[in-house]
């Protein structure tokens, strides 16, 4: 243990970053967080990136600003899928974030998937987009390849490079994903 070092870790409430004093309670299992009431500044510092993320995926979350990311994905992953990067906040966010086609955006309106976690839930149904009226293959593209993008935009920069982290180590392992986009 060194003076002023700064230990960072993992809970059930999410990344805490904890001095020496702190990090010595929490190891002896004794209250070791502080909270003062009111409103949080940032869950995480702007400009900082996880300790625990490569290199290697901050470069692809760096070239994913410049184009989009399911384009990265398809480029350097051999198999071109990838984890959707939907997080539950983005549950109650509107289809009007996708900027999608008019007949793509009627089709999901009229199945009554009028926010990202109802996209999400018609996605993961067997026939999944197929099942809505009116929507052929390439709107079923669109909405899956606009949604992909979406939700990846939705996340801040730490979250980018967490999921570009988890897409290395899902291909890297050939673990097979709970839910992928082709």
């Excluded at 979250?159 to 392992?173: C, F, L, M, T």
């Amino acid at each position: 243990m060194k003076p002023n070092c700064k230990y960072e870790v993992h809970t059930y409430w999410g990344w805490f970053r904890l001095d020496e004093g702190a990090y010595q309670d929490y190891l002896a299992g004794k209250l070791w967080i502080t909270w003062v009431p009111g409103k949080p500044n940032q869950s995480h510092p702007v400009g900082s990136d996880p300790v625990h993320v490569s290199d290697e995926a901050l470069k692809y979350r760096e070239l994913a600003a410049r184009s989009d990311a399911y384009t990265v994905c398809y480029q350097f992953f051999a198999t071109g899928k990838a984890t959707v990067p939907y997080r539950s906040k983005m549950s109650d966010t509107p289809i009007d974030e996708m900027c999608l086609s008019v007949r793509s955006s009627n089709g999901l309106m009229r199945a009554g998937a009028n926010t990202f976690g109802k996209v999400k839930s018609i996605m993961e149904q067997e026939n999944g987009l197929r099942t809505i009226r009116n929507l052929g293959v390439k709107s079923e593209k669109e909405i899956k390849l606009c949604f992909f993008n979406s939700c990846y935009s939705l996340l801040n920069e730490y979250e980018k490079a967490e999921w570009w982290q988890e897409v290395i180590d899902g291909n890297s392992n050939s673990a097979s994903p709970a839910q992928e986009i082709a």
